[in-house]
């Protein structure tokens, strides 16, 4: 009797032994917005890290995957403090996801304190590429000055000569008009920043736009906020009459709720879903086939953010605790991109073609397409910010 | 001078869509003595409905008034079913009660329409802006707001000034036992006030829902904006809330249009277009505290004349 039970013992001893040395799954925490107005992003973003979990079947260099998906509330107190909880009591290997600028700046301390690994799939907050950059942070999206740079220099070429600015006042809204500026050669008639993000009637500054007389408005409002924004352009009588350009404000999410207010709006944007790579298509159709709807943005980074977790650690064997190699792997970026080729600058943010789109009216379809390719392979301007440490 | 006109009919239409939804809450907090937070909802409600019925009408007006109908009753049926539960309890208990709808109303609306929202296209004749004066040009729908408001403000004076069932809401503002001890049936005025209240927040919400758009959560950022013209105008007084709301109204606006040039003149550039947005959503409450300091009871209060 003894014997057996001393059999037993070792045999689970045995079984347990190797599950300790070795990293027996890898634990990943995605933080966004699943609740409120724009829980709609928050869902895509999942989704699209789901399907491509199971385009990997679920498995990454051989090890079970288990996301914890946790809701920030669009607010940057709440993310912070889910951010803390996934570092804490979960123990994730990788934290990914994150919408809003604020909100990820917000919660990375917690997150690079603890030398996890920091993947932002959406939030564009410059100071993270340029002086807080670190070497546990990266990202598959863009900072918030690049796209509308990549729409300021569309215009430049257009030979637009005078522009009205409006954004929300908070830190992509500012960072986000800044990066226009930055890039516009005409002259700036006037600029305005709304109430972030309680204010949804934008009749004051549409009205000072509209007595400014610029040749073309640009604006930046994601979310829900884009389609009372172009609501409003239509009914000021402002669409057809001065050309507007936008930055996030138009997506398959808010699409279809804007119609035909939106036919005719350029934007600047890293990825299409009409983007012709093998993956894109793959990603396109499958993303439809699962969840009935066009992809969005949001979704494409999210895709691309968990196929780079995935080579890191195929290309580590799963041996997570060697933060340099995993470093390594992740900065080697050796997945297929949803946007075509993908390379990291030297602050980890990707060095990318900015697409222009145009939104079209196609039978009882409004879609967005790419009409010029604006810049080809830009770096991230913050990169010389970066010391890396 | 353009622009002028053009920002004061904008805080105009502002100032009366507030209006709407301040009226319903005063109503129902003066006459009720009830601190109702889920006013906010049954405007979404109304955004909801509207955009429900007339996606199936087909008829922009018909789903409107369908909506305003099924505001009302959902109204109706709260008050029968959790708001009678909260009289001659404690203010807090009333926040908590109503606080439990909200998060009940963004959840049924979820199950129901789910997270993404809808829209309400205008039809086209509203769509379009028209010239109002030689060279001024205002969007048709915000005109169309602004004489549907008035006529709503006018019927609420006729109501509450000049019909029998104004007398007994006035009375209960003013002294509720006393009403009941006269034998006026107080449980169904209650439950008229309340529809009433909801159908005026229902209306508030499906005519901002073409301008902003249809989704959960959209009254409560307004509702902030509601309460605080309750408290300006003096609560439970419809005329306090008229007059209050079209000073929030301006206030916001005109301070929105023309408080960031006025501060490009004294601070730099980049201070002035970081401070003024902030500075200029603090208006309204700053003439909020003003009145609070001067009059605590509200510009009119009720139950004094």
Same mark, same amino acid.
């Given at each position: 009797?003894?014997?057996?039970?001393?059999?037993?013992?070792?045999?689970?001893?045995?079984? %347990?032994?190797?599950?300790?040395?070795?990293?027996?799954?890898?634990?990943?925490?995605?933080?966004?917005?699943?609740?409120?107005?724009?829980?709609?992003?928050?869902?895509?973003?999942?989704?699209?890290?789901?399907?491509?979990?199971?385009?990997? /079947? !679920?498995?990454?260099?051989? &090890?079970?995957?288990?996301?914890?998906?946790?809701?920030?509330?669009?607010?940057?107190?709440?993310?912070?403090?889910?951010?803390?909880?996934?570092?804490?009591?979960?123990?994730?290997?990788?934290?990914?996801?994150?919408?809003?600028?604020?909100?990820?700046?917000?919660?990375?301390?917690?997150?690079?304190?603890?030398?996890?690994?920091?993947?932002?799939?959406?939030?564009?907050? *410059?100071?993270?590429?340029?002086?807080?950059?670190?070497?546990?942070?990266? #990202?598959?999206?863009?900072?918030?000055?690049?796209?509308?740079?990549?729409?300021?220099?569309?215009?430049?070429?257009?030979?637009?000569?005078?522009?009205?600015?409006?954004?929300?006042?908070?830190?992509?809204?500012?960072?986000?008009?800044?990066?226009?500026?930055?890039?516009?050669?005409?002259?700036?008639?006037?600029?305005?920043?709304?109430?972030?993000?309680?204010?949804?009637?934008?009749?004051?500054?549409?009205?000072?736009?509209?007595?400014?007389?610029?040749?073309?408005?640009?604006?930046?409002?994601?979310?829900?906020?884009?389609?009372?924004? $172009?609501?409003?352009?239509?009914?000021?009588?402002?669409?057809?009459? =001065?050309?507007?350009?936008?930055?996030?404000?138009? /997506?398959?999410? #808010?699409?279809?709720?804007?119609?035909?207010?939106?036919?005719?709006?350029?934007?600047?944007?890293?990825?299409?879903?009409?983007?012709?790579?093998?993956?894109?298509?793959?990603?396109?159709?499958?993303?439809?086939?699962?969840?009935?709807?066009?992809?969005?943005?949001?979704?494409?980074?999210?895709?691309?953010?968990?196929? &780079?977790?995935?080579?890191?650690?195929?290309?580590?064997?799963?041996?997570?605790?060697?933060?340099?190699?995993?470093?390594?792997?992740?900065?080697?970026?050796?997945?297929?991109?949803?946007?075509?080729?993908?390379?990291?600058?030297?602050?980890?943010?990707?060095?990318?073609?900015?697409?222009?789109?145009?939104?079209?009216?196609?039978?009882?379809?409004?879609?967005?397409?790419?009409? %010029?390719?604006?810049?080809?392979?830009?770096?991230?301007?913050?990169?010389?910010?970066?010391?890396?440490? | 001078?353009?622009?002028?006109?053009?920002?004061?009919?904008?805080?105009?239409?502002?100032?009366?869509?507030?209006?709407?939804?301040?009226?319903?809450?005063?109503?129902?907090?003066?006459?009720?003595?009830?601190?109702?937070?889920?006013?906010?909802?049954?405007?979404?409600?109304?955004?909801?409905?509207?955009? *429900?019925?007339?996606?199936?009408?087909?008829?922009?007006?018909?789903?409107?008034?369908?909506?305003?109908? %099924?505001?009302?009753?959902?109204?109706?049926?709260?008050?029968?079913?959790?708001?009678?539960?909260?009289?001659?309890?404690?203010?807090?208990?009333?926040?908590?009660?109503?606080?439990?709808?909200?998060?009940?109303?963004?959840?049924?609306?979820?199950? =129901?329409?789910?997270?993404?929202?809808?829209?309400?296209?205008?039809?086209?004749?509203? #769509?379009?802006?028209?010239?109002?004066?030689?060279?001024?040009?205002?969007?048709?729908?915000? $005109?169309?707001?602004?004489?549907?408001?008035?006529?709503?403000?006018?019927?609420?004076?006729?109501?509450?000034?000049? *019909?029998?069932?104004?007398?007994?809401?006035?009375?209960?503002?003013?002294?509720?036992?006393?009403?009941?001890?006269?034998?006026?049936?107080?449980?169904?005025?209650?439950?008229?006030?309340?529809?009433?209240?909801?159908?005026?927040?229902?209306?508030?919400?499906?005519?901002?829902?073409?301008?902003?758009?249809?989704?959960?959560?959209?009254?409560?950022?307004?509702?902030?904006?509601?309460?605080?013209?309750?408290?300006?105008?003096? =609560?439970?007084?419809?005329?306090?809330?008229?007059?209050?709301?079209?000073?929030?109204?301006?206030?916001? *606006?005109?301070? !929105?249009?023309?408080?960031?040039?006025?501060?490009?003149?004294?601070?730099?550039?980049?201070?002035?277009?970081?401070?003024?947005?902030? &500075?200029?959503?603090?208006?309204?409450?700053?003439?909020?505290?003003?009145?609070?300091?001067?009059?605590?009871?509200?510009?009119?209060?009720?139950?004094?004349?």
């Amino acid at each position: 009797m003894r014997k057996t039970l001393l059999a037993a013992g070792a045999a689970l001893l045995l079984a %347990a032994a190797p599950a300790a040395a070795q990293q027996k799954s890898i634990k990943i925490g995605f933080v966004s917005t699943f609740s409120g107005p724009v829980a709609a992003i928050g869902n895509d973003m999942r989704n699209a890290f789901e399907l491509a979990l199971d385009h990997m /079947d !679920r498995k990454m260099g051989g &090890l079970p995957v288990e996301v914890i998906y946790e809701d920030d509330g669009f607010k940057p107190e709440i993310g912070k403090q889910k951010t803390e909880k996934l570092i804490e009591s979960d123990k994730v290997d990788f934290v990914s996801g994150f919408i809003w600028s604020n909100v990820v700046y917000a919660s990375y301390k917690p997150i690079i304190e603890s030398k996890t690994f920091l993947i932002i799939a959406n939030a564009g907050e *410059t100071r993270l590429a340029g002086e807080n950059c670190s070497p546990f942070i990266f #990202s598959t999206a863009w900072t918030n000055d690049q796209n509308p740079h990549a729409v300021a220099d569309y215009m430049n070429h257009k030979g637009v000569k005078s522009v009205y600015l409006i954004g929300p006042n908070y830190a992509a809204g500012k960072e986000n008009l800044a990066g226009f500026k930055d890039a516009f050669k005409g002259k700036v008639l006037g600029e305005d920043y709304t109430t972030w993000p309680s204010q949804l009637d934008f009749s004051a500054e549409l009205a000072k736009a509209k007595a400014a007389n610029p040749e073309a408005v640009y604006m930046f409002y994601p979310g829900a906020a884009g389609v009372q924004f $172009l609501n409003q352009y239509a009914q000021a009588g402002l669409k057809g009459s =001065i050309p507007l350009y936008t930055t996030f404000s138009i /997506d398959s999410l #808010s699409l279809p709720r804007q119609k035909d207010a939106a036919v005719g709006v350029i934007s600047a944007l890293q990825w299409s879903a009409d983007l012709p790579n093998d993956a894109n298509k793959k990603f396109v159709v499958d993303f439809k086939k699962k969840y009935g709807t066009e992809p969005s943005f949001y979704a494409a980074q999210s895709y691309d953010a968990a196929n &780079l977790i995935a080579s890191a650690v195929a290309a580590t064997k799963g041996n997570l605790s060697d933060k340099a190699a995993v470093q390594k792997a992740l900065e080697k970026a050796d997945f297929k991109s949803v946007r075509g080729g993908f390379k990291f600058g030297p602050n980890h943010y990707p060095t990318q073609n900015y697409y222009m789109q145009e939104v079209v009216k196609e039978g009882d379809t409004y879609t967005q397409k790419t009409m %010029a390719t604006a810049e080809e392979n830009q770096p991230n301007p913050h990169a010389s910010k970066c010391s890396m440490k | 001078m353009t622009l002028f006109v053009e920002q004061c009919l904008n805080g105009l239409q502002f100032g009366l869509l507030l209006f709407l939804l301040a009226a319903g809450l005063t109503l129902v907090f003066g006459i009720m003595d009830l601190v109702n937070l889920a006013h906010g909802s049954l405007y979404m409600l109304g955004a909801y409905f509207a955009a *429900t019925f007339a996606a199936w009408t087909g008829s922009f007006v018909l789903g409107a008034v369908l909506a305003l109908g %099924a505001t009302l009753v959902v109204g109706m049926a709260v008050e029968v079913v959790a708001m009678r539960r909260l009289y001659g309890r404690d203010h807090l208990d009333h926040v908590l009660g109503t606080f439990g709808l909200i998060l009940f109303f963004d959840e049924a609306v979820r199950l =129901i329409w789910g997270p993404g929202g809808l829209s309400l296209p205008l039809p086209s004749w509203l #769509s379009q802006p028209v010239h109002i004066l030689p060279g001024i040009e205002y969007s048709a729908y915000r $005109l169309a707001i602004m004489a549907v408001t008035l006529t709503v403000a006018g019927f609420l004076y006729v109501l509450v000034m000049r *019909t029998r069932v104004g007398m007994l809401i006035r009375a209960g503002a003013s002294n509720r036992e006393m009403v009941a001890a006269l034998g006026v049936n107080i449980k169904l005025l209650y439950t008229l006030v309340f529809g009433l209240g909801a159908a005026l927040a229902g209306l508030a919400g499906l005519m901002q829902a073409p301008i902003l758009t249809v989704q959960i959560g959209m009254g409560e950022n307004i509702l902030i904006l509601a309460f605080v013209i309750t408290v300006i105008g003096g =609560i439970g007084s419809i005329r306090g809330a008229f007059v209050a709301a079209l000073l929030v109204g301006f206030i916001d *606006t005109l301070g !929105r249009a023309f408080f960031p040039q006025l501060l490009h003149a004294f601070l730099g550039g980049p201070a002035a277009s970081t401070a003024a947005p902030a &500075l200029s959503s603090m208006l309204i409450y700053i003439l909020m505290a003003v009145v609070l300091v001067a009059k605590p009871e509200g510009l009119f209060p009720a139950g004094a004349k």
